[in-house]
């Protein structure tokens, strides 16, 4: 059964309609197929009006969705003869990170992902998609592999954030992320990153210092989530955050694709299928390998040193102020 938001619940009702109408009609004779219709391309209206003004929570609230399609699943539907690799050689694998080789369009690539997970016993044993120090090590890992055969790079990136706790610390979290940044941004073959969902701070970041960040229309990517955001600002004396606040914080980090675009952070929007990616993940993922085919076939003719020197100045020319003319 399809989870609605709050804010779909006008178009369940329909849809619910729709659903028990074709019920009733199933089997009996009765012909009731124009009413059917008349009330689909109202739901279809009417989804579309109500996508058209999401506000920023809104889109965190989708990006968030548990139906929305994750690295497997854009895995399955975009490539063949995928290899999952498994570890950092240091400590242990890390499984809220995914990793390894596929064919995409017949060429052979490295593909790494967040997997926040399906249901409850899979997302614990994901850890809900916030990687400890092992899962970007492995990242790296799988990453150098792929620079030492001259094959590209592909990451999705979903994840709330790096894993905060004690052994994550304790095992060098700051330092793997760090690590990562580091080496990504002189990776010596092309490297394209998507952010499929939830792009949060460092965590995101370590798989996303790419020569293309290209973001879905639904997504959001942002230093910190906004409930974080409004506990700073507004939590005093242990009073609760009101949704008002979440809501005010999310318009003040201008974390959505539209934002993020304006602001020159990403290269690219991605459309979403009306509804989110999670309506139609097959037409999302089709979208989706059309445009990173098409940056990667302008990436991989450039040399070497044209990759890693555009990917600095991109990276470098992030957050410029330009001074106007003194009166």
Known sequence: MYYYLDFEKPVAELENKIEELKRIADGRDMNITSEIKRLEKKAKELRADIFSKLTPWQKILIARHSERPQTLDYIGLMMEDFVELHGDRRFSDDPSIVGGFAKFGG??????????????????????????PEGYRKALRIMKLAE?????????????????????????QAEA?????????????????????????????????????LILEHSVYSVISPEGCAAILWKKNGSEITQEEYEKSSEALKLTAQDLFELEVIDEIIPEPVGGAHRDPKETAMTLAKVIKKHLAELIKKTVEELVEERYRKFRLMGKVEEGEEE
């Open 107 to 132: 060429m052979p690539v490295a593909v790494i992902g967040h997997q926040k997970g399906r249901g409850t016993k899979d997302r614990i044993w994901r850890n809900f998609g916030q990687p400890h």
């Open 148 to 172: 030492k055969f001259l094959m590209p790079v592909i990451t999705f990136i979903d994840t709330a954030g790096a894993y905060p706790g004690i052994g994550a610390e304790e095992r060098g």
């Open 177 to 213: 992320i760090a690590k990562n940044l580091l080496e990504m941004s002189v990776l010596k073959t092309p490297v394209v990153s998507v952010i499929t969902g939830e792009g949060g701070s460092g965590g995101a970041l370590a798989l996303a210092v790419t020569d293309k960040v």
